[in-house]
């Protein structure tokens, strides 16, 4: 069973920055594309970014340039590294494989 559990959310202000994690138990983690998504209160869900089993990433275009994915198979985590932070990026962020979700963690973008 594949359990995915996130971190590093928390309160910021525009412009700041910050990282999350997300660590992955019960699979083969090196096999499987993994994604971000994010959901805002009163939004549908939306896809944040992906990276490959061979590190392609691709993302939004409202993130491009601004966030980075990326994997350590070792540690069978995949981070998202947010810079720039808009108050339109606060939104529960969740990580996603294969059918797996995370119970997601909070972001917060507001002076």
């Known amino acids: 069973q594949v359990q995915l559990v996130e971190s590093g959310g928390g309160l910021v202000q525009p412009g700041g920055s910050l990282r999350l994690s997300c660590v992955a138990s019960g699979t083969i983690f090196s096999r499987y594309n993994v994604a971000w998504f994010r959901q805002s209160p009163g939004k549908e869900r939306e896809w944040v970014a992906t990276?490959?089993?061979?590190?392609?990433?691709n993302y939004a275009e409202s993130v491009k340039g601004r966030f980075t994915i990326s994997r350590d198979n070792a540690r069978n985590t995949v981070y998202l590294q947010m810079n720039s932070l808009k108050p339109e990026d606060t939104a529960i962020y969740s990580c996603?494989?294969?059918?797996?979700w995370g119970k997601g963690t909070l972001v917060t973008v507001s002076a």
């Open positions: 996603n494989l294969r059918a797996s």
């Open positions: 990276i490959t089993t061979g590190y392609t990433t």
